[in-house]
């Protein structure tokens, strides 16, 4: 039976039709799914939600209007809609109207929005609710931004009670209209998806609530700082859903972000707590949750409003443990800068092998444990760098540093990983670090061994690593991330140092040398 069919018999089996509308909306999917090419649902950011997740989304409202105006931004089939309709009439005392705006830009899903929407006016008629839809074949970044510009020419633009979104995710580039139309309205970012969210946030009436499932990826980092805190500013957040796996809320669509599904009221101050529940996306996981105090997930000191996301037990002891901890780099005297050369802009001057004249050039590939390991014999990367005139900013006097990687794959363990730069392994006058490296320094000066050492290890122990996950859902590691990171002390560290030794040793040994010192 094809989606159309089935939504019809569905509709005559004299069963509630709000029961059946998650499987209406999910068969339009599968059949949308089989029907467009993967290049088409990439192009318009096409991940859509599977019944299961809409629901738990839409159980998180918690409005009790007697009059709903609901927005759903990158409608899709309108399973959000539909699960919102669903959990709404299924209130003792449902509303008595619900009135749906949604917005799709792809014209071949016109036809499974219509047809939810017929489906939810349908069980709205059954328990004697109004139902209205407005479907809007348009740019909703271009009609949002519009709608907010305030000035002469603009309308007054709609208020909405509730938004319920999965939106669009990818970059929207500094030049791109919607950039433009952003900026106009004080709302820019280059990430589609948090150019949805400020927009939304724009619509809300005071006290309407929203429910977005997004990439984890605002929840720290300098490129999100604006957005963060427009949203913690105009909204207050009231329960945070966490994916355990990367894949699980989107199993079908190959989405590798972590996800989280935010609820949030606008402008509405007085909540101390949030909730934060977790599961791992699977159809039958009740999952657990936890509330914690407002201030445990965003700190009011924390001027990056980093927003942290504990989620087990031993999250919370790691994080117990590193919040004690008093120092920072910049309190250490130390400094984390971003390797200056890029390859693809220094290419005439990298060389593959080292030669007279040039001088080593560290990339992640050189890691070996402990200490970086030059030159790599195998592998494509390059390995020196011309020394003359033209390079001399992009390297470095070469000394003791401490390198991390700035992007780590999925498969690492952790998600910081750190390495010694040491100049008497190498025997070299200068280096240059690579783009995709941080190294950490003593005001552009090189480090001592034991202090390096120290650092080697906390950065690699898994109460770090435990601690940073919480804040960071993506697989990179910012120089900003590090600056905010809490170390132990100076002492501490060189006391940490004085037990690594040369070889490296292994994860346990590290993190047992690492409580130790902790909690000595
Ligand atoms: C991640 S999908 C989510 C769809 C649906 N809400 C769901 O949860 O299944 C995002 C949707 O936004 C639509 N979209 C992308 N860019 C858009 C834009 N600028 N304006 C309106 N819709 C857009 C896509 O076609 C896609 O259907």
Same mark, same amino acid.
């Given at each position: 039976m094809n989606a159309e069919a089935a939504s019809i018999a569905e509709i005559q089996t004299g069963e509630p039709v709000e029961e059946s509308l998650l499987s209406i909306a999910d068969a339009l999917r599968a059949r949308f799914f089989a029907s467009v090419s993967f290049a088409h649902q990439k192009a318009f950011g096409q991940f859509l939600t599977p019944p299961h997740v809409a629901d738990l989304m839409a159980a998180m409202f918690q409005l009790r209007s007697r009059h709903v105006r609901l927005l759903d931004a $990158?409608? $899709?089939?309108g399973i959000l809609s539909a699960a919102f309709v669903r959990r709404q009439l299924q209130r003792k005392m449902p509303p008595k109207r619900i009135e749906v705006t949604a917005y799709e830009l792809d014209a071949m899903l016109l036809r499974g929005i219509e047809q939810t929407c017929e489906a939810c006016r349908v069980a709205c008629q059954q328990h004697g609710v109004e139902f209205s839809a407005t479907i809007r074949n348009t740019d909703f970044i271009a009609e949002a931004a519009e709608m907010q510009r305030h000035d002469f020419f603009s309308k007054a633009p709609p208020v909405f009670d509730a938004a319920i979104v999965n939106p669009p995710y990818g970059k929207l580039s500094t030049t791109s209209d919607g950039y433009r139309l952003l900026r106009a309205v004080g709302a820019e970012t280059t990430n589609l998806y948090t150019a949805f969210l400020n927009l939304i946030i724009g619509l809300l009436r005071p006290k309407g609530e929203l429910v977005a499932i997004t990439p984890r990826s605002f929840c720290n980092g300098p490129y999100f700082k604006r957005f963060r805190q427009r949203l913690l500013t105009e909204m207050s957040l009231r329960r945070i859903h966490v994916f355990e796996s990367r894949t699980a809320a989107f199993k079908h669509d190959d989405v590798l972000q972590e996800n989280v599904i935010l609820h949030a009221v606008k402008?509405?101050?007085?909540?101390r707590c949030i909730r934060v529940s977790q599961s791992t996306g699977g159809h039958h996981d009740a999952g657990q949750s936890r509330t914690f105090p407002t201030t445990e997930i965003v700190s009011p000191a924390d001027a990056e409003a980093f927003i942290h996301i504990p989620t087990s037990e031993q999250h919370l002891a790691a994080r117990g443990q590193v919040a004690r901890l008093e120092a920072t780099l910049g309190r250490l005297g130390l400094a984390v800068s971003t390797g200056r050369v890029v390859a693809f802009r220094a290419r005439e001057h990298i060389r593959q092998k080292p030669e007279e004249g040039a001088c080593p050039l560290i990339y992640p590939c050189h890691f070996g444990g402990l200490f970086v390991t030059w030159p790599a014999e195998r592998g494509r990367k390059p390995n020196a760098i011309r020394e003359d005139d033209q390079t001399q900013s992009l390297t470095i006097p070469a000394a003791v540093y401490v390198l991390t990687k700035r992007f780590t794959s999925k498969e690492e363990r952790r998600r910081i990983v750190a390495c010694i730069y040491d100049p008497v392994r190498v025997g070299s006058q200068r280096v240059g670090f690579e783009n995709h490296l941080n190294y950490i320094h003593a005001s552009g000066k090189g480090l001592d061994m034991l202090l390096a050492k120290g650092l080697w290890a906390y950065l690699n122990s898994s109460v770090l690593d435990l601690y940073f996950r919480q804040f960071n859902g993506h697989t990179q590691v910012n120089a900003t991330d590090l600056r905010n990171v809490r170390f132990p002390s100076a002492q501490q560290l060189r006391a940490i140092g004085h037990q690594i030794g040369d070889r490296g040793p292994g994860q346990d040994e590290i993190d047992q040398i690492v409580a130790r010192e902790l909690k000595a």
């Open positions: $990158g409608a $899709g089939m402008g509405h101050r007085d909540s």
